[in-house]
């Protein structure tokens, strides 16, 4: 079972089995009428129903969608920062994706994580197990990762309170008038396109507080900023910035791919993560430091 994340609230169920666990729409449509799909504990008896954020959702897989998605690959590099009987947290690389999904069967953070603990395989959504949030696959930083299913309900239940920490640190594009400040706009689908996000009255309520760390001018306006969210809708600090008036630097899809700084990824890092330890109740932090691709435009700036 596994609870619809914020990227797919509204979306079709049969949509969201695609998304979730890489299946074809024929697949998914055959899992519904054959009542291996269910929501809050009910059976879904039309692939064009709706789903919303939080739903808890119950599928019967196909032995051959479990054991792909289940294939332990040593191969794949996981940056582990910590890791204790509870929890392990990681230090994501900008372009590993999270977890199996639609055009990405293999080579996951999941993949490598199920390398080093395969008892990860028993935890929350067989599809993506452990996981309770997730990077794009172009933003580096620290995730949190349960290791049992209490971890991950307890994780789960603090994430739904608001009250793990998440602070990012991003190069945008820009001058700011003020030091601080915070961007306070519902974030939704865009009209059009289901891939991006923009802020719109029909979106989920979104706030991210911001912080100027440094202000460049030369030899362009640039700055890099903290960004702390105090919810966590999709592309959110991408999207929020781009609404001031201020893109991440290098992400082409909300405006921040310009000249003369250029960027493979937009340069996102999550910088801090805090929360309660789901075995001993005390309170948990850690930090890693700018990456180097951020780190080497922020060399050409003064």
């Not at 507080?209 to 960004?227: I, K, M, N, S």
Request: overall charge neutral; glycine content about 10%.
């Amino acid at each position: 079972m596994t609870l619809i994340p914020a990227a797919l609230d509204g979306e079709r169920v049969d949509r969201a089995l695609c998304t979730l666990f890489g299946l074809a729409r024929s697949q998914a449509a055959s899992m519904v009428t054959s009542g291996a799909v269910r929501v809050a504990g009910r059976p879904v008896s039309t692939r064009s129903r709706r789903v919303a954020e939080g739903d808890l959702l119950e599928v019967d897989l196909p032995a051959a969608v479990v054991e792909s998605a289940l294939a332990a690959d040593p191969g794949v590099a996981v940056p582990v920062v910590h890791a204790d009987e509870s929890v392990i947290v990681v230090d994501k690389p900008a372009g590993l994706v999270v977890h199996p999904g639609a055009g990405r069967p293999d080579g996951t953070l999941v993949h490598g994580l199920l390398a080093l603990f395969p008892d990860l395989a028993a935890v929350g959504d067989p599809g993506r197990p452990g996981i309770v949030q997730r990077l794009d696959v172009g933003t580096s930083g620290l995730m949190v990762v349960a290791r049992t299913p209490a971890a991950y309900e307890s994780l789960v239940a603090q994430l739904a309170a608001r009250s793990v920490d998440r602070c990012y640190l991003a190069l945008v594009w820009g001058s700011f008038e003020v030091a601080a400040g915070a961007v306070d706009a519902p974030v939704g689908r865009a009209a059009g396109n289901r891939t991006s996000m923009a802020v719109s009255a029909r979106g989920r309520a979104a706030r991210t507080g911001y912080r100027v760390v440094a202000q460049h001018h030369r030899p362009v306006d640039a700055a890099l900023v903290e960004c702390r969210l105090e919810t966590g809708r999709t592309h959110q600090v991408r999207v929020h910035m781009a609404a001031i008036g201020h893109p991440v630097v290098g992400d082409a899809r909300y405006g921040g791919s310009r000249a003369p700084l250029r960027a493979r990824r937009p340069l996102l890092h999550a910088s801090q993560l805090g929360f309660d330890h789901p075995g001993t109740g005390e309170r948990s932090s850690f930090s890693s430091p700018p990456p180097a691709d951020l780190e080497e435009v922020r060399e050409l700036l003064e």
